[in-house]
């Protein structure tokens, strides 16, 4: 599974394979869903020169975890930030992790190499827990120094939402998320991994009106795992990824939230297989699919 997955990533640029038609199509169907939804023209820009940012998502969030990307779209739109995507460079994902390093090395070159191609002052990683640890962790030192960036290191979408947020940058409804009790699901590879602890509660608080908790002691740096870390998102390790799951499952449950939030692909497609087993009928989506709701544009 991990090896097909880096192979991938090597010959299109993401992890599933998906071409660069395929890549600039669905941009195209989104910025439509966009426009019937906010009667605005918020664009997803495809590999353009200039952009202040360059935003690179997990590649699920382009067809699975939709509501995410267009958060961010409407995030950028805004805070009247100009940001691209790149085909080149189409994944954050980054499987060669648990691989070796030379294809970690040699998938994280590629980010590097569209940074460097489009001209951006900043490289901002999405809602990927790998990707995160990944990037923070090893980009200066496989592939950098990133000189060549404003800010000269990988942030995360967390964080540059929360760095928005903290400068009064976005107008926020939180109202638009009423009906639901939030709370939020620390991924491994960011909090004990990546140490990206604060900023998306601090989304969160801006963004919805009841956020509560998991219990202290399943939460920050202790983090239970979402069960399919490290590689482990495959149909043959179900029952371990079941079991996995259970500890996190019973921390949501002792929140009294009806909602979890969590800025990571494999948690998000993890996380609603384990509810289901355990019998939680509760939603699990983005922070910036919360953030996007809330973002009055």
Known sequence: Y??????KAHEVGNNLGIPEAAWRDTCQFLEEELKEETGKDIRIPVNQVGAEVLLVPPSADLFANTDTMLGYAKLFHASGISWTTSTYASEAGNFGLFLNYEHLQKVNRRLVDAARELKVKRLVMGECGHAWRAAQAFMDTLNGPLDFLEKPRPEHICEFAAWLIRRGALKLDPAANDGQVVTYHDPCNLARAGGLLEEPRVVL?????DFREM?????????FCCGAGGGMMAEELMEVRMKGAKPRVEAFRASGATCLATPCAICKAQLPVAFQHYGVDAPIVGVTDLLGKAIVL
Do not use: M, S
């Open 205 to 209: 608080r801006a963004a919805v009106r």
């Open 215 to 223: 219990p202290e002691d399943t939460i920050r740096e202790r983090t």
């Open 2 to 7: 991990v090896t097909e997955v880096v192979k």
